[in-house]
């Protein structure tokens, strides 16, 4: 078991739809929420034998609020959609926290906090912990279009949609550069979650402007520890060839893997 993560039966809270097809969902546990960190990510099964599916599911930890631990998701799949029936009181199988968390500490005045779609899960957590580092946010975030948007908890929001049904029309990405190029921000950080494509570019425009960017990498887990070895990503440099989400990340730097 990675340090400070534990596995238990979770009281669930609550569990509601925040946007089309997206919900929140809350469950009961002091020893997770005391040790968790913004980037990092509990594996939950969804079902128990004979249920539904059998393996965990990776969630970014959304929030912490005391001894609660909020999740973030689209229920798209059997499992997410297992999930997005819990009911208060129900127990859930968690495993967490897990991974490696985002480097929030020193080096930067600005945080440019960049979401697409459901990727926007580990912010509200990173935006309460940068608040009280005394860091100045911009948070830009990405929808399809506007029935999907949910920023709660999140602090000055650049929103954009691809349809143009609400903010900026084009992508993220298109917004962020935007805003970079007309604003005196002093030295910045970014931190992103969403799509490959939409990290791909995000990488290149952080090169171009010489701009430290960590994005936090959705994989396909099995076991969350790195011993099914199902979540491999490309390194840079050196080292050994691939990293392994679940368990090197999923919190990288852009100049330490190739998207």
Known sequence: MPNGAVKQLCEVKSCSEVAAKTFLLSFISA????SARPGQFVNVLAAETGE???LRRPFSIARVDGNIIELLFSAI????????????GEMLDVLGPLGRP???DAGYDTALIAAGGIGMAPFPFLTGDLLKRGKRIETFAGF???GQIFTSDLQNIHLATDDGSKGFRGTVVQLLESYVNRTDLGKVKIFACGPTAMLKALTELAKIKNICCEVSLEGH???GVGICQGCPVERTGDEAKYALVCKDGPVFL???INL
């Open 31 to 34: 020893e997770i929420a005391a």
């Open 52 to 54: 539904g599916p059998l």
């Open 77 to 88: 799949g059997t499992g997410t959609k297992l999930l997005s029936r819990k009911q208060p």
């Open 102 to 104: 985002f480097h929030t």
């Open 144 to 146: 399809r279009n506007a």
């Open 221 to 223: 887990m099995a076991c």
């Open 254 to 256: 852009t100049t330490e």
